[in-house]
Nanobody
Framework: QVQLVDAGGGLVRSGASLRLSCAAS????????MAWFRQAPGKEREFVAA????????YLADSVKGRFSISRDKANRAVYLHMDNLKPEDTAVYYC??????????????????WGQGTQVTVSS
């Protein structure tokens, strides 16, 4: 089992920056990707970014390219989502995820086995 605890959300103004963190514990062996998804009110959960724990990536959704980045610590026990130039449409609950998708499914929610509890990001205009 892998436990994920995500944190770092908050209320910010448009144009601000935030860094979300995701701490992983438990048996991470066999987990090849960690990712961030988000879910805005009334919308389905969507892929934001992923990183391969062996050193590939990052992989970013088109909507956040140039503004967001994802990184990991060397021990693969933490993953970070760096968000710059935040916009009101970035408002959502952000979830950390871990799993072993293949490359063609890294943006597919169901291919991730473990999830954090979510952290709220609210961007005011």
């Amino acid at each position: 089992q892998v436990q994920l605890v995500d944190a770092g959300g908050g209320l910010v103004r448009s144009g601000a920056s935030l860094r979300l963190s995701c701490a992983a514990s438990g048996r991470t062996f066999g987990t090849y990707f960690m990712a961030w998804f988000r879910q805005a009110p009334g919308k389905e959960r969507e892929f934001v970014a992923a990183i391969r724990l062996s050193g590939g990536g990052p992989y970013l959704a088109d909507s956040v390219k140039g503004r967001f980045s994802i990184s990991r610590d060397k021990a693969n026990r933490a993953v970070y989502l760096h968000m710059d130039n935040l916009k009101p449409e970035d408002t959502a609950v952000y979830y950390c995820a871990a799993g072993s998708p293949i490359m063609s499914t890294i943006a597919t929610e169901k291919d991730y086995d473990y999830w954090g509890q979510g952290t709220q990001v609210t961007v005011s205009s």
